[in-house]
Every structure is written in structure tokens, then in C-alpha cells.
């Protein structure tokens, strides 16, 4: 599909089977065709995919859009990649009035670049914009203008059917006051960094959890099923005291029957032989404390499209998992997300006690189809509709 | 109070009446006697403090200090008001790592311009700092660089007893990547606004609020104990809604007995007459979901030493409190913060309902005795302990 195909998609339905949101374009967008460009004038050195750090190289350039409640959406510009000049007073530095996206361009074996679903990450900012009261924007326009920045940068794409091209769209509020209030300034900027492979050649490493009642990610009426800067930083604290521990991650629950909401930064999975002895895929529901992950919502269809086994988004308690584990029920559990698409989960320390989970000794089997599935799609080898071409 | 003596207080036992916690003091500071002072060649023109909006007016200098992971912190600067120069990828802008805090300076009728308990922000800081991953330092020295701006910034003190100079020392994570992890680099800052009175001259004016338990500030388990960012981007919807419904500040609630928690940004008090008879004045404990405000320890410290009511750190939920207003039990309630010192609260909007709250009906007593005891010590009409002087 090209990015105009994409367009009339839009228009005519959206592609994740809801209904088209098209009634939340706003009359007052920048517009895609407006952009201006300021190139460069010199290139930096492409890095080696095989030895890249999460987010620490970005590219030659950077979209930004400046909006003011006087002026409304200024023009698009691509301009060269640099650092922001911003009043000390800034919201963002105090209020945390910010959210950002993260997708992926990845190039294909037969040489397209292609976006995974971008359209889902738009609705989802655009989600989060309204959530931080930052004012709203053609959804559309601000994929066109993105398409616009990865073809201008599309050497940075690394050549690598394992690496990947990361897309940082952000936002914030730049308000130069501190009364906590609507900014009445804002900058929307996307950056691009190259990465590498999220598991060594061929192999997925499985991971540790740190299930810990007394840490919460989210709650009911806050902003965890947005993508705020927020949700974030208040996490760090956890993850540390989980690595003190010796695990990886943190295994996210919620309220006293201990439900299961998320692993680390990803969406969790867990594929098992239920209580009705039926073969079940079952993830957390989108009940508000869910990060809706693009991911997430791409497992669920092909699952769904798949029929082989049943698939459910519906709350499982610890005791619920515990209890399945000791009954041998449990096959696998992942978590998902853009960085690693799955990421097998190993081990379970709850209440001072390891509970292996067998997700490698059962193939994986599931989550290595859906890996194989999303990455055939991902890297062109199948043809698919979820994916936008970058011109 | 000097600042000498601020300090040799601090390292004899804490104001507070609690444990002193000098054992939180690192060896990895930056030092106040190693400040360094660029000054501003022209100093801005002093606003007419009858004609302010909060936060929007800056004074002619800033204190920054930097600490990286490789060199610690740096020498703490005292510098021309400026723009911050910051990389696109900075975790501040997308992960919210931020803190902050506000305390003011006062200008007293003998001329002498005093800060109001600031020790008790220097160690909400360094707990905030502590929640967020941020690196420590020595609250003493914090303190006495603030002191030091202050003084270079003195003239921007208004000259008047209802107004003040607000002081808004902020943490940011500087880290110039996007994975989510503890800043290897960060920011300290310090910026000062002249910031006009409260309330006109002479006349408290009471609040509506809108109580819905539809939006939670905070939770068991995460940061609404400290003073991040986060906390306060995410209350802007609930906030407008509240706006809407004719209302001018959301009555923050939680769990299912829907339990009072704060009111906007500030804490909350009821002084009734409760179901034992006796009066009573009553803001919610400190469990972990309440900011432990300033004004808030300060009104629990003044009210016990008067000791002519009831003074309770405890749970009240809207069931009680409708109980209570039915029974003509209820006689004051208001918030309480570093803004307002305390805000009367008219009516309440529960349920489609209007609560109107006998606040002013009844002086209001309480809240009028505590405002003027707080602005004595405040504006140096009563000498006080919880005082400093700046040089």
C-alpha cells in the first residue's frame, strides 16, 4: 500500500475494524502540503546496526510544528536535527504537559521502507493530545508529514531485515507561565533514531519478572491507557528495585485480587490451557489502565483471523496464574510491544518465591508464529495492508 | 532566623519536630560556597504587584546546576535569566522525569525579607528527587544557593504585605535518549516570580468545587506523595471539566468510599463538630496519595499548640461529610497551599447537587485566624522559628 493508498483508506474506514474517526478531524490542522524543508548540508556517518543503544543516534533531520492558541498550527518544517531553545518556565518542565508515540520504518528485503500501522499510533497521540489538553490535529496530515521525514532521511533506514528506522513523534506543551493551565503554546516534534535488533541472531532470550503488589503503573481515571511522558517516569523507580532484585522487569498489577496489567513498558500475554480445559490467548482488557498497544491490537487480529485457538481480553489474577502454573496449564507468556514485537517471559518472582514459567520449553510456539508473522509482514516478505510505503 | 542559624538549626534537629535527617546528607553535593555569579548587566523593570498574573513575570537571574553521572554535580551558577538549550531526546520531554517545588519570600514591614519554612521543601525535593530516579544532594546547600539568589534578586521582593516573590526550584533529566532508564544527566534550577496577592484587599472569597470520582489524582503506589510533573499534567482534564459544570476546582476523591483527598492543587480541611460532639478540625492522613503541603504541617503545628479543638490526621469520606452538612454539623472547610495560604470552600457539586458549605457564614473563623497567624510570621509581624532571613 503507498501512503496515498493509505490516505483514501482512511477515508473509506479504518483499517483496525472500529469506526472511522474520521468525525475527529478538526478544521484547524497544519496541512502535509504545506511543509517546508530545510535540508541539511551535510550528512552524518550511518551507524553499524549491530552495535546501536536503544535511542542514542538520530538522524540528519526533525519535523517540528509549533501551534499557539493566537495563531493556531504554524507550517510544518523539516529542518535540521537540533537542540530546542526553551523558556525555563516551559510546562512540560513542570506540569509534565507531554506524550509521545513510538512506531518503526523498517526496510525490506525488497528494498521499500514501510510503516507498521501508523495510522494506529496517530489515532492514539491524537487520544493523548485531548487526555493533556494539548490542542487536536488532522490525523492524516501529521502521518503525511511523517512519511514526508522518513523519505528525507530513508538512508538512515538501516539496510537490515533485523534492525529498524525508530520514529519518536512528541509532544508538548511550552507554555512560558506557571500556572497549571492549558498551554497556550505547544510544539509537536518527531525524531528518528536507527536501531538494532531487539534479540541476538535467531534467538529469544526470555525474561525475569518482579510481580510486586506495592508499586502501581496506572489506576482508574488516570491517564494509563494514554501515552504520557507521565506514565513513564514514575516507573523508573519500580524497574530499579526490580533489577536490585535480580530481574529484569517489572510485572504490573492491580488492586487486591492482584490482576495483571502490563510488563515494564509492553502489553503481557499468556497462552495456557484454561479452567474449561479450551486452548486460550488472553490479555488484560482495555478497561482504562491499559496502554492500547499497536502490537497488542495486531496479536489480537491475527489470533482472531487465525481460529485456532480461543482468544480473550479478560483480567487474570495472580492467584489465577498460580494457580494454572502448579496445574501445568500455563504454555507461554510474553509481553509485546514495537521495540521487541514479543519477548518471551521466563520467570515470575512473587512473594519470595521463583515461579518458572515455561514459555521456551514450549517452543515458544505462539509467540514465535506471531514474531514470524509480524516481522513477514514488517519486512515486506508478505504483502499486507497494515503497512504504509514510504515514497 | 538567619540563614546562619538556619543551618546550625538544621544540623541540631529538624523544625519540624521529627527525626533530624542529617544521615540523608551525601558526600556528592554541590557546595553553596563554590557558587559562581554572573550578573545580569540591566534589570528587568519591577512589575506592579497589584497587576500580576501568577508565574508569568521572571526576575533578572536563574540558579542552574548540572550534574552528570561521569563528573557529579558541577559548581552551582547564579546566572542572566535565559533559555535553556536542550536535545530533542531529552527524558524530561518524554518520560516526565521532572520535580519541582514552591515556596515564596516575603517582604516584611521592617524591611527584612524572610522565607517561610523552607527546610521542609528542601526535603520534599530530595524526596521527590529520590522517587524519580533524580541523583541526591544536600538539602542545606540547596537552601543556602537559594538564599544567595534570592539576595542577588532582592529588589524583585514587592514591596507590599499581601504580595511576595515565588521561588519554583525544579529537577529535569537531561538524558539525551530514549531509553527508559535514570538520567545519566540532569538539571537543578531555581527561578523566581513576583507574584501579586491572593485575595483582594481584606475579603476572602470562597470556591466551588465539583466532586466526581470520575478522574483519581493519585494512588496507592505512586507519586502523589511527591511533587513530580506527572501529578499535575494529568489533573488539566478533570480540572476543565470542572470548568464546565460551572465549577472552579475539582474535589479529588478516592476509592470507593469515595474519600476527600485534595482540592485542586492544595490540601483540604474540615473544622466540624463531629459524631462524638466535639470540635474538630480534620485534613486526610499522609498514606502516600497526599502531597504533605507546607501550609498543610504548618496548620496541623499551629492548631495543636493552640489546642482549642480537635486535631485529626484522618479519613473523611462524602458520605460523612453529607451526613455532617445535613446536621448542621459542618462549620468551615477550605484548602490550604503556598498560593492562598487557605482558600474558603462555598459549595460543593456532588451528584447533580449543590452542597453549599456554611464556610463564610462562620467568619470564617478558623480559616481567617490561621491565614493571619501565618501572614504575621510570614511578613515578620511575629517573630518566628519557621522563618529565614535572606542577607
Known amino acids: 500500500m503507498t501512503s496515498a493508498e493509505a490516505d483514501q483508506n482512511c477515508t473509506n474506514g479504518c483499517e483496525n475494524g472500529g469506526p472511522c474517526n474520521d468525525t475527529d478531524l478538526v478544521a484547524d490542522s497544519f496541512k502535509a502540503s504545506e511543509l517546508i524543508i530545510h535540508r541539511s548540508s ?3 556517518e550511518k551507524p553499524d546496526p549491530d552495535n546501536l543503544v536503544f535511542g542514542t543516534v538520530f538522524t540528519d533531520h526533525m519535523l517540528t510544528i509549533e501551534w499557539s492558541k493566537e ?38 528485503e525488497d528494498g521499500e521502507v514501510r510503516l507498521f500501522r501508523p495510522k494506529l499510533n496517530m489515532e492514539r497521540m491524537l487520544r493523548s493530545s485531548k487526555r493533556m489538553c494539548l490542542p487536536e490535529f488532522d490525523k492524516k496530515e501529521l502521518l503525511q508529514c511523517i512519511l514526508k521525514l522518513v523519505e528525507v532521511d530513508k538512508e538512515w533506514v538501516p539496510y537490515s531485515t533485523s534492525a529498524s528506522l525508530y520514529i519518536r513523534p512528541t509532544f508538548i506543551g511550552t507554555e512560558k507561565s506557571l500556572g497549571v493551565k492549558k498551554s497556550s503554546s505547544a510544539l509537536l516534534y518527531v525524531i528518528l533514531s536507527p536501531v538494532g535488533a531487539y534479540f541476538a541472531k535467531g534467538s529469544f532470550k526470555p525474561i525475569s519478572l518482579w510481580a510486586e503488589p506495592k508499586y502501581v503503573r496506572a489506576w482508574k481515571g488516570g491517564t494509563g491507557d494514554c501515552k504520557t511522558g507521565g506514565n513513564y517516569g514514575t516507573s523508573l523507580f519500580a524497574q530499579y528495585e526490580a533489577m536490585d532484585v535480580g530481574c529484569q522487569q517489572v510485572l504490573w498489577l492491580y488492586g487486591e ?11 503481557i500475554f499468556i497462552y495456557w490451557k484454561n479452567e474449561n480445559g479450551e486452548e ?20 489480537l487480529d491475527l489470533s482472531r483471523k487465525w481460529g485456532e485457538y480461543k482468544v480473550s481480553e479478560r483480567y487474570i489474577t495472580m492467584a489465577n496464574l498460580v494457580k494454572a502454573l502448579k496445574e501445568n496449564r500455563v504454555k507461554e507468556m510474553f ?11 521466563g ?25 514470524n508473522t509480524l516481522s513477514d509482514i514488517q519486512y515486506g516478505r508478505v504483502e499486507s495492508d497494515w503497512t504504509v510505503t514510504v515514497s
Chains 1, 2 share one sequence.
Open 42 to 44: 551535510s550528512s552524518g
Open 71 to 108: 495563531n493556531g498550527w504554524e507550517k510544518p518544517v523539516i529542518k535540521p536535527f537540533q537542540n530546542f531553545s526553551l523558556h525555563p518556565a516551559s510546562a512540560v518542565f513542570h506540569y509534565a504537559v507531554e506524550l509521545f508515540e513510538g512506531l518503526k520504518a523498517y526496510r525490506g
Open 257 to 267: 485480587d492482584q490482576k495483571l496489567t502490563e510488563v515494564g513498558t509492553m502489553n
Open 280 to 299: 486460550e490467548l488472553i490479555t488484560p482488557p482495555l478497561d482504562g489502565i491499559i496502554l492500547p498497544g499497536v502490537v497488542r491490537q495486531s496479536i
Open 335 to 345: 509481553g509485546s510491544g514495537t521495540a521487541c514485537v514479543v519477548s518471551p517471559i
Open 347 to 371: 520467570d515470575i518472582l512473587y512473594k519470595n518465591e521463583n515461579l518458572p514459567i515455561p514459555t521456551m520449553e514450549n517452543g515458544p510456539k505462539i509467540a514465535t508464529c506471531i514474531l
